[in-house]
C-alpha cells in the first residue's frame, strides 16, 4: 500500500475520508450486468407491470354487461363505439372500443375494451391468439398517434405481457393519454433487446378514431 | 448511492419505474448492479451465489416498488433493505455461505508472486488483509458507507440507528483499521 495508507513511521496517517476512498478504490469490484442478465431482468419486469392481472382474478371477474352488448355488433378491426355508462367496478368512464379484436386477415383473436376514466384511458385485451414468444421477448400495447412511423413514432407504450402457458393473455393497461392525440391502439411482439421503440412486428392494430 | 440523484433524476427513474417504464427499470439495474454485486459478494461463497443474491433483489424491487415512497433513506437504502435481507435469508439456507471474516476478497493477489506485486496491488491487499481483521459490525458500517455509497443517515435508517450513533460506529471502525493497516502495512515488519 502506499505507506501513507499504512500511516507507517515515515507517512502521515490518512484522514477518514482518505481512508474510505482508498477502501472504495480496493472493495469495489467494477462489475457490470451481463446483457443476457438485463434482458431476463426486462422480462420479469414486463411480467410485473402495474395493473398487470393475474389470469386467476380476471376469470373470475363479472364482465361488464355492456362488453357483451357491445361484443354482439361484432366489431372489426379499425371500427369501435363510444357509449357513456358505467364499466365494472363502480368506475364511471366512456366505452371507446368494446368488441371482438381480428387481424387484418380476419381472424377473430379475442376482446378489447378501451374505456376512458378520470384515472386515464384503460385497455383490456383478451385473446388465446397470440403465440407464446421466446423466452426474453414480450408483447407490448401503444397508443398510436397520427402520423406514427418508424422513423418517426407518435405512440405511447401502455405495457408489456406474457400469454401464460396455454397461450392465453390478459391484459389490463392505464395510461394517461389523450385519445384524440392518440386514437389507434396496436400491439407489437418485441425482441427483448433493449431498444425501447416499436418493432416492426405488429401483430394487432385497432383504431378508434372511427368510433361513433 | 448515485451521482444522479443530486439532480433529481434518480428520483424520475424511480417514478418511471413505478409506472412499468421497461427502460427506467434497466438504468435502475445497471445503475445499482456493480455495489450491489459487491456488497453481495463479500457476504457470500462464489460469484453464482452474489448474482442470485443482486437478482432475488432486483426481483422483490420490482414486486415491491409501488409501496416504495421517498422518505428516510431514499431508494439506494431501500435497495440495500432488501438484499440484506436477500442475504440474511440466503445465508440461513446455505449453509455454504461463508462469515464474512473467511471470504476470500477476491482480488486476484493470490495469483501473484509477492515479489511481482506492483504497489497498488500491495496496497490492495494490505487494505484487503486490514480489513478482513475487523469485526462483522465494523464491516457493515463501512460496506454500506464505501460500497453502498449511502450516507450515514441512510444506514442508521438500515440499521435503525440514529444518525450520530452510525458516525461514530463508523470512526471507530476506521480508528481500528488504520490500527490493522499498521500492522499488516509495516508496524511489524
Redesign the interface.
Known amino acids: 500500500m502506499s505507506a501513507g495508507t499504512s500511516g507507517t513511521p515515515d507517512t502521515p496517517v490518512p484522514s477518514d475520508d482518505e481512508l474510505l476512498a482508498t477502501l472504495g478504490q480496493h472493495l469495489v469490484e467494477n462489475r457490470s450486468p451481463r446483457d443476457a442478465q438485463v434482458t431476463d431482468f426486462r422480462a420479469l419486469v414486463a411480467d410485473h407491470r402495474p395493473r398487470a392481472r393475474p389470469v386467476s382474478r380476471l376469470s373470475t371477474r363479472t364482465r361488464r354487461p355492456v362488453l357483451l352488448a357491445a361484443a354482439a355488433a361484432v366489431l372489426a378491426v379499425f371500427a369501435g363505439i363510444g357509449v357513456l355508462l358505467t364499466t365494472d367496478d363502480d368506475e364511471p368512464g366512456t366505452v371507446e372500443y368494446a368488441g371482438p379484436v381480428t387481424t387484418p386477415d380476419g381472424r377473430d383473436v379475442g376482446t378489447l375494451e378501451v374505456v376512458m376514466q378520470d384515472i386515464g384511458r384503460t385497455i383490456d385485451l383478451e385473446t388465446d391468439a397470440l403465440e407464446i414468444l421466446p423466452t426474453g421477448e414480450f408483447y407490448e400495447v401503444w397508443f398510436v398517434g397520427p402520423g406514427d412511423s418508424v422513423e418517426s413514432p407518435n405512440r405511447i407504450s401502455a405495457g408489456t405481457f406474457h400469454p401464460d402457458p396455454d397461450g392465453r393473455s390478459f391484459v389490463d393497461f392505464t395510461a394517461a393519454v389523450d385519445p384524440a392525440m392518440y386514437p389507434t391502439v396496436s400491439v407489437t411482439a418485441e425482441p427483448g433487446d433493449g431498444d425501447p421503440r416499436p418493432s416492426a412486428t405488429e401483430v394487432l392494430r385497432i383504431d378508434l378514431g372511427t368510433a361513433g | 448511492m448515485l451521482e444522479d440523484d443530486a439532480d433529481g433524476s434518480l428520483r424520475r427513474i424511480v417514478t418511471a419505474a ?6 427506467a ?2 438504468r435502475l ?2 445503475r445499482g ?3 450491489l ?2 456488497y453481495a ?2 457476504r457470500v461463497s462464489d460469484d453464482a451465489s452474489a ?1 442470485d443474491a443482486v ?1 432475488e433483489t ?2 422483490r424491487a ?2 415491491k416498488i ?1 409501496g416504495f415512497a421517498w422518505r428516510g433513506g431514499g431508494f439506494d437504502a431501500w435497495m440495500y433493505g432488501i438484499l440484506r435481507n436477500v442475504l440474511l435469508e440466503q445465508g440461513r439456507r446455505d449453509r455454504r455461505d461463508l462469515p464474512v471474516a473467511e471470504l476470500d ?3 486476484g493477489s493470490d495469483e501473484l508472486e509477492p515479489h511481482t506485486v506492483h ?1 497498488r496491488a ?7 488483509a486490514a ?1 478482513a481483521k475487523l469485526s462483522d459490525d465494523d464491516r457493515e458500517i ?2 454500506l ?3 453502498a455509497e449511502l450516507s450515514a443517515d441512510e444506514v442508521a435508517e438500515m440499521l435503525g440507528k440514529k444518525a450520530g450513533t452510525v458516525r461514530m460506529a ?2 471507530r471502525a ?1 480508528d481500528r ?2 490500527s490493522h ?2 500492522t ?4 511489524q515488519r
Not at chain 2, 413505478?18 to 427502460?23: C, I, T, Y
Not at chain 2, 499488516?184 to 508496524?187: I, W
Open positions: 413505478q409506472g412499468g417504464d421497461l427502460d427499470w434497466e439495474y445497471r448492479y456493480p455495489r454485486y459487491a459478494r463479500r448474482d437478482s432486483m426481483t420490482v414486486l409501488d476478497l477476491g482480488t504497489a500491495e496496497e490492495g491487499d494490505q487494505v484487503r480489513y463501512l460496506d458507507r464505501v460500497i463508523q470512526s476506521l483499521l488504520r493497516l499498521h499488516v502495512g509495516g508496524g
